[in-house]
């Protein structure tokens, strides 16, 4: 199989894994050297093709291999087939494993693909959705997480009962709505991230007097340590909704100014990431207009909003339309610099075209602040795409005289050739040899992130060389 892979000879490999013993086996081990060792994008997808007509091909297909290979492939009609005749089987054991495939596709985290596989899925007969994700707006104590947890299921069975009474009918429409239902707030992500937050709240370790001690011992004066202490708070709590530190030490936090207040408010959705239900209403205080304390600091609102993008990142469905009004709403470029990384965050890898031009909108007043969180952003909504936009931000970044937008726009270009390996040849050979040293740092990067995780020697040989024979440091340092 090995020899057939390296040849090329996909007949070989095919007839290899026909007659072998345990062809479930051989199935299994050719995806895992697919993965690893096949080192073009576009040879590896001819493997898993075959592989995926060789799994349905099984008595009892494998549908977990098939719907991840169908992942790579980028195929969501194929998944959604797969889920339906799942969910439609009379036999629970079928229903239960299309929620494993699923729960095993979310863990990949590629919005773009889940929501396309979730559209595809048919709507549930006349099923009271909207009773089914009640958002709560009131900011309720965020220690009722259990609670929530068993109200959903109450919330669950008592619509299954309405649905009992509207389709009367068939038993079997009922279970199948029901599971459909399920099925969509998991490919939503929505079920997992429910179940994350509450693990991480119950075996929350973090030890609070660790945190005292440091800012105690930290001089008041000191600005950069202060700051670095509320980041220490963000990352030790992260995804715990525990934010007690903070509570307590109110008059402490208002020390920080500027950009430091910026960091501390949006360390709050670090801190409640994944709190999709009362998000919003946890960071009302800080929010721009109608918030409790409206017209408050920039800083904070700005901050406010990125902390949205970081609680909603890569689930943005809830939040999207919100932070393109408040970036709509504002000319105050430190607002404009978070509600544009909140939106990269929240819309990531969606590719959407209304929200990219929103944001190029912002690029091109030429604010450096605004502009440098612009080109991160343009980057994080259409990360992994090898978009053709690439070379517009590329053209923009030739054109200003803003090193922070450059700086921005680099990164940016970067992130939409992530994964896309050889394919992302031209774009990195361009930026690598550009005369503007902050170009040639996104150039690393774009290397980087287009051939993360292979192991590919030419990317390899090509930042050691930059890494030694650059005449800017930034470059030689990132290489």
Not at 104 to 120: I, K
Not at 272 to 285: C, D, E, F, I, V
């Amino acid at each position: 199989m090995g020899i057939a892979i390296e040849c090329r000879r996909l007949d070989k490999l095919e007839e290899a894994i026909i007659r072998s013993d345990n062809v479930h086996a051989t199935l299994a081990y050719s995806t895992h050297v697919s993965h690893s060792f096949i080192y073009r994008r576009e040879y590896r997808r001819e493997v898993l093709q075959l592989l995926v007509k060789l799994y349905q091909k099984l008595p009892s297909p494998d549908y977990l291999s098939t719907s991840q290979c169908l992942m790579f492939l980028d195929e969501p009609e194929g998944v959604a087939n797969i889920l339906e005749k799942l969910l439609c089987s009379e036999n629970k054991e079928d229903a239960l494993l299309a929620f494993q495939v699923a729960f095993d596709l979310v863990e990949n985290e590629h919005q773009a693909f889940l929501l396309n596989v979730r559209d595809r899925l048919p709507a549930p007969k006349s099923l009271p959705s909207e009773s089914l994700q009640p958002e709560s707006s009131d900011p309720a104590p965020i220690q009722n997480e259990n609670s929530t947890a068993a109200e959903d299921v109450q919330m669950i069975d008592g619509s299954s009962a309405s649905m009992t009474d509207m389709l009367e009918a068939d038993p079997k429409e009922v279970m199948y709505a029901e599971r459909l239902t399920k099925i969509k707030g998991i490919l939503s992500g929505e079920t997992s991230i429910q179940l994350t937050l509450q693990f991480l709240y119950s075996h929350n370790k973090s030890d609070l007097l660790i945190l005292k001690t440091i800012k105690q011992s930290v001089e008041m004066r000191n600005s950069v340590c202060h700051s670095a202490t509320i980041y220490a708070n963000a990352i030790m709590h992260a995804g715990t909704t525990v934010d007690t530190f903070l509570r307590d030490n109110l008059d402490w936090l208002s020390r920080a100014t500027n950009w430091a207040k910026f960091s501390a408010t949006a360390g709050l959705g670090v801190i409640h990431r994944g709190h999709l239900q009362q998000g919003r209403s946890l960071m009302a205080p800080y929010l721009p207009q109608g918030g409790a304390a409206g017209g408050g600091s920039p800083y904070s609102e700005g901050g406010a909003l990125y902390a949205l993008g970081l609680i909603h990142a890569n689930h943005g469905e809830g939040i999207k339309q919100f932070l393109r009004d408040s970036l709509r709403n504002t000319n105050v470029e430190v607002i404009q610099h978070g509600a544009c990384l909140g939106l990269g965050l929240a819309a990531l890898g969606t590719a959407d075209e209304d929200i990219y031009d929103e944001v190029k909108t912002v690029l091109y007043t030429d604010s450096a602040v605004a502009g440098e969180a612009a080109g991160i952003s343009m980057g994080l909504l259409m990360v992994g795409t090898a978009s053709e936009k690439a070379s517009e931000m590329l053209a923009y970044a030739h054109e200003t005289q803003h090193e922070k937008i450059i700086r921005g726009l680099a990164l940016g270009i970067a992130l939409t050739v992530y994964g896309r390996e050889e394919e992302a040849d031209t774009l990195i050979e361009q930026m690598t040899q550009d005369q503007d040293p902050i170009l040639r740092y996104g150039g690393m990067y774009a290397l980087a992130l287009a051939y993360r995780g292979t192991a590919n020697n030419k990317a390899i040989r090509q930042l050691l060389h930059f890494a030694v024979s650059d005449v800017s440091d930034d470059v030689r340092r990132t290489a």
